[in-house]
């Protein structure tokens, strides 16, 4: 007899593929996901599930790092000329974007809760031939934006989910929660969905991240060990100009502030406790070859194995960019732009994410990989366990012609496949009840 998760795989692929592409032509970079939440949304429509968005879904003030009003704003008037309607564009504006949908079976069971980002980079996407988004047709469509990170398939696994758990509702017991997260590069958005609550009664919680390794599709980690902790802070260092042969000595040089501390940055001694991490990855400064720099704006991200490890990190790098503006005799300001901190998943859910699967013809489940990295779903995690709830975060692997945020990145979407179906899986094994609650509370 066929396998009906299996029949349902084959059902989905052309749509899971379809829904991937159609984002990864219109990516947008976070806190301006306003026409990728309303497709998701009506995606969504009539599949039984209620649909929470705006204000309702984050707690505006706990955004970190959010666009200019003036960027926001012109991100407004695109998703207008992309076809959002006013009313749903309304509840949005200001950067509230995102979606939470939301299917109550109205009886006795877990609530589950899903997180995917939706957001891409400000990255201009490749179009070299070998790349197979140019080729096929896909490529991105926004001058400057791209899905660089696999957020694209994310999103499409989201849907692709909704779908089964719309056909199976009948069928099902508790509640489900499928959480479409914007913001996630720079670890600005999920702490807002946090605060609003829609973890804090969720028995399990399952996420993951496509490529990652560079993998056959099919190879699923079913958990990850530690995420490292991450800050992000911006420096802007502000002078006073003149001119560079009149009056030299009228001026107080931004870049030359912002260029000693980028040096100095790097310099910091790593600590006998763990991996420890810092990137200066823009620096903005001057006006003209003969004007001495009046502003520099550096973007600079800190990373550490701990939460203390990454707060050493953050400190020093705090007392250098003030060091480097008070011997150039410059301001600092200092903006606090996005934060991850440092978890790991629930290695217990390896042994069930492999039985959950064990029936599949096309997974191949490996206990767990490193991360390496660092992801604000964190917050996520580490909320559910604070309730009392178990928690994972996986790997659907894939071969890949270029590394994450590379303009050519890209990934076999075969993974997708392998990242819905361990999802399912997994879902029906972990509703068979107490026995596997048990085994995880073991």
């Given at each position: 007899m066929t396998d009906p998760i299996e029949r349902f795989m084959k059902e989905i692929e052309p749509y899971l593929i379809e829904q991937r592409r159609e984002r990864h032509r219109y990516p947008e970079i976070g806190f301006t996901e306003y026409v990728t939440t309303y497709e998701l949304s009506e995606q969504l429509a009539g599949k039984g599930f209620s649909l929470f968005y705006g204000t309702e879904l984050l707690t505006s003030e706990e955004r970190m790092g959010v666009p200019s009003d003036e960027f926001l704003k012109a991100n407004e008037l695109r998703a207008l000329d992309k076809g959002v309607p006013p009313a749903f564009l309304e509840?949005?504006?200001?950067?509230?974007?995102?979606?939470?949908?939301?299917?109550?079976?109205?009886?006795?069971?877990?609530?589950?809760?899903?997180?995917?980002?939706?957001?891409?980079?400000?990255?201009?996407?490749?179009?070299?031939?070998?790349?197979?988004?140019?080729?096929?047709?896909?490529?991105?469509?926004?001058?400057?934006?791209?899905?660089?990170?696999?957020?694209?398939?994310?999103?499409?696994?989201?849907?692709?989910?909704?779908?089964?758990?719309?056909?199976?509702?009948?069928?099902?017991?508790?509640?489900?929660t499928i959480l479409f997260q914007p913001a996630e590069e720079g670890g600005r958005g999920a702490k807002a969905i946090v605060d609003k609550g829609w973890l804090d009664d969720a028995n399990y919680f399952l996420s993951g991240h496509v490529g990652i390794h560079d993998l056959p599709a099919g190879a699923v980690a079913a958990a990850t060990s530690r995420f490292l902790a991450s800050s992000k802070i911006n420096a802007k260092f502000i002078g006073k100009s003149a001119h560079s042969g009149?009056?030299?000595?009228?001026?107080?040089?931004?870049?030359?502030?912002?260029?000693?501390?980028?040096?100095?940055?790097?310099?910091?001694?790593?600590?006998?406790?763990?991996?420890?991490?810092?990137?200066?990855?823009?620096?903005?400064?001057?006006?003209?070859?003969?004007?001495?720099?009046?502003?520099?704006?550096?973007?600079?991200?800190?990373?550490?194995?701990?939460?203390?490890?990454?707060?050493?990190?953050?400190?020093?790098?705090?007392?250098?960019?003030?060091?480097?503006?008070?011997?150039?005799?410059?301001?600092?300001?200092?903006?606090?732009?996005?934060?991850?901190?440092?978890?790991?998943?629930?290695?217990?859910?390896?042994?069930?994410?492999?039985?959950?699967?064990?029936?599949?013809?096309?997974?191949?489940?490996?206990?767990?990989?490193?991360?390496?990295?660092?992801?604000?779903?964190?917050?996520?995690?580490?909320?559910?366990?604070?309730?009392?709830?178990?928690?994972?975060?996986?790997?659907?692997?894939?071969?890949?012609?270029?590394?994450?945020?590379?303009?050519s990145f890209d990934y076999e979407e075969q993974a997708l496949m392998a990242g819905l179906e361990t999802l399912i899986r997994t879902t029906d094994y972990l509703l068979k009840g107490d026995g596997i609650r048990a085994e995880l509370a073991d």
């Open positions: 509840k949005m504006k200001g950067g509230h974007t995102g979606l939470a949908a939301v299917l109550d079976t109205d009886r006795p069971g877990p609530n589950f809760a899903y997180r995917f980002d939706i957001d891409a980079l400000p990255i201009e996407e490749s179009d070299a031939a070998g790349h197979v988004p140019a080729q096929q047709a896909f490529r991105s469509q926004v001058a400057g934006m791209m899905h660089a990170c696999g957020h694209d398939g994310h999103a499409a696994i989201g849907l692709g989910l909704a779908d089964y758990l719309s056909k199976e509702q009948d069928k099902l017991c508790g509640k489900y009149l009056e030299p000595n009228e001026g107080r040089n931004a870049l030359l502030a912002a260029a000693s501390a980028t040096l100095h940055l790097h310099s910091i001694s790593r600590h006998k406790d763990g991996a420890t991490r810092i990137n200066v990855g823009t620096l903005h400064a001057g006006a003209g070859r003969n004007i001495i720099a009046e502003k520099a704006l550096m973007e600079i991200e800190t990373r550490g194995e701990t939460n203390e490890l990454d707060a050493y990190m953050q400190e020093n790098a705090e007392r250098i960019l003030q060091a480097s503006a008070d011997l150039y005799d410059v301001e600092l300001e200092l903006e606090h732009m996005g934060k991850a901190i440092s978890t790991s998943a629930d290695l217990e859910f390896a042994g069930v994410v492999e039985r959950a699967c064990a029936s599949s013809k096309s997974l191949n489940i490996v206990p767990h990989l490193a991360i390496g990295a660092s992801e604000d779903v964190t917050y996520m995690i580490e909320r559910v366990r604070e309730r009392g709830g178990k928690a994972t975060f996986m790997i659907f692997a894939s071969p890949l012609p270029a590394g994450h945020h590379n303009p």
